[in-house]
């Protein structure tokens, strides 16, 4: 799953990518053969299952394996 950081919120990317024009059909971020196409790995940001990229509109997005089950509930 890919979320969007920003200073004070943790967003799920389709809430952001819907209206993005480098999102795929469904509105959501451009991912494929576990690669980012519509942004950049942040550098030495593969640990412990959880990816960070910056995207070409400039959002950081970070894939993460397990939300906490708060989390999931607030999205």
Known sequence: MLVI????HILPSQSVCQSCLLA???GQ??????????GAPVCGSS?????????????HLVQ???LPATLEQDT
């Open 24 to 26: 795929d059909r469904h």
């Open 5 to 8: 950081l920003t200073q004070n």
């Open 64 to 66: 993460v394996s397990d």
């Open 29 to 38: 971020p451009r991912w494929q053969e576990g690669q980012l196409r519509c």
């Open 47 to 59: 640990e412990r299952g959880c990816q960070q990229f910056r995207c070409q509109m400039g959002f």
